[in-house]
């Protein structure tokens, strides 16, 4: 089976605190993505990488950036928390490249719940 | 505007009942379309998907979604609910010519016995 790990489960920082969010995924994936998911919100795409130091902005990048240095880590920074960015934060992976990757399913970690005060 | 629109915020079905959730899209041309379930502390699970072809999709857990492209829908059904499925259900979709999966706001299922 596919794993995600997402480092934390649970984190809790002050504002203005630069926050590093790790996700490590075991199965050879070239895609992964990076979501936050808020009440009445769903999910909301920040970053997304199809290949090692390659990263693409997604729905809401502003206050983000990401770092892809291996296949197999995204990492999500947020240079200066803010207590906007308190929220539920998702990794996920899949295999494929581009539009075909829609064809493999994107397997998630169980998220690091952010909280920013 | 472009979207994909879960219009169900909060289902409640008896253990045993069946269960339709409603997923409708506004885009020009059919989507790529999926269903996703997060269970709680959980994070997604992909229950089905449709690309092309026949327009009943089988899932996975006995889930089925029907695509209706008159309707522009593409909702998910179970013939008889689980206390087991209680949990949140996502409708997501690709647009045409894009590679961006774009989600519903999901619709939480809670199950009586």
């Known amino acids: 089976d596919v794993k995600v790990t997402q480092s934390s489960r649970y984190l809790v920082k002050r504002t203005g605190e630069k926050v590093f969010l790790e996700c490590v995924q075991d199965m050879d994936h070239e895609n992964m993505f990076w979501y936050r998911q808020d009440p009445g919100l769903g999910l909301r795409l920040i970053y997304f990488?199809?290949?090692?130091?390659?990263?693409e902005k997604g729905d809401i990048p502003e206050g983000y950036s990401v770092s892809r240095e291996k296949k197999e880590r995204f990492s999500l920074i947020l240079e200066s928390a803010s207590t906007n960015q308190t929220s539920m934060y998702l990794c996920?992976?899949?295999?494929?490249?581009?539009?075909?990757?829609?064809?493999?399913?994107?397997?998630f970690g169980n998220g690091t719940r952010l909280t920013v005060t | 505007a472009q979207s994909v629109t879960q219009p169900d915020i909060h289902i409640t079905v008896s253990e045993g009942a069946s269960l339709e959730l409603r997923c409708n899209y506004s885009?020009?041309?059919?989507?790529?379309l999926f269903w996703y379930v997060q269970s709680p502390g959980q994070g997604l699970q992909l229950l089905l998907k449709y690309f092309s072809g026949d327009t009943l999709v089988q899932g996975i857990k006995g889930f089925e979604a029907e695509f209706k492209r008159s309707q522009s829908s593409f909702n998910l059904r179970k013939p008889s609910v689980h206390w087991s499925d209680a949990a949140e259900y996502f409708c997501?979709?690709?647009?045409?010519?894009?590679?961006?999966?774009?989600f519903g706001t999901g619709t939480r299922l809670q199950v009586f016995p």
């Open positions: 997501a979709v690709v647009p045409y010519n894009t590679d961006k999966l774009i």
């Open positions: 885009y020009g041309a059919t989507p790529y």
């Open positions: 990488s199809y290949d090692v130091k390659m990263k």
């Open positions: 996920a992976s899949s295999a494929g490249q581009g539009l075909s990757s829609y064809n493999s399913p994107l397997h």
